[in-house]
């Protein structure tokens, strides 16, 4: 599952992530985050405020394929407290390193769940006692749910996100071999050319086709080029 930071892309919508900011402020957390799951696509999509550093760390270790404090929370109905995934094997090896990057291990993932199947996650941390995080806790949880539903919603109305969906993620490897195969190439040919085996280019193609919604690569191709992904020759 491919994690897309919708704050980095063009005419990313930097007042969600000013919202993250206003919403830790207002109920003395932390660190705010918002991700939204795309089963079709295969994509986690969202905002958050941590820091670049933390940001960096977590996509280049592929966390957000494991992470409980999301896929627990994409099949509950119910507020998520971490408290629970302390014993997970997953939860430990994302958060084990964490505090060096300024990250608490407490927090909590309010789920929400939209009228077409959509799922989206507010999740929130803060660092201090647990008495005082229980306190807290209990004195804010029922105005963050609706804060989260607000998120979620305004969210999924966002042009940004409508791009992202309408526009799936290749990559750069999977839109050059279409390229290539577009004119003509052969399997083999691309592998020559990018300096990789055919096998490679294979699943290259594979994954396109999945992502393109496609049965063949010549549907791909077609797809791609109505896209604007690749260019017609």
Known sequence: ???????????????????????????????????????????????????????????????HRIDPTLHMASRSIAPV?????????????VFRNAGDFGISDQGLTIPVRGPFGDIGMLSVTRNCPLPEWDKLKEHIIGELQSVAVHVHDTVMR?????????????????????????????????????????????????????KLYALTTPQAIGRAIALGLIYPL
């Open 81 to 93: 407290d971490w408290r629970r995934l302390e014993r997970d094997e997953n939860f430990q090896k």
């Open 158 to 210: 966002s042009d940004v996100l409508s791009q992202v969906l309408r526009f799936p993620p290749l990559s750069t490897r999977e839109k050059e071999i279409l390229q290539w195969t577009a004119a003509g190439k052969s399997q083999q040919d691309v592998g020559d050319i990018l300096g990789i085996s055919h096998r490679t280019v294979e699943v290259h193609l594979r994954s396109a086709r999945e």
């Open 1 to 63: 599952m491919e994690l897309i930071d919708l704050s980095s892309l063009p005419n990313g919508e930097g007042r969600f992530t000013t919202f993250l900011d206003q919403i830790c402020a207002r109920f003395e957390l932390d660190h705010a985050a918002y991700a939204g799951t795309n089963p079709i696509a295969g994509t986690i999509h969202g905002y958050v405020n941590y820091s670049d550093d933390w940001k960096s760390h977590y996509v280049e270790h592929g966390f």
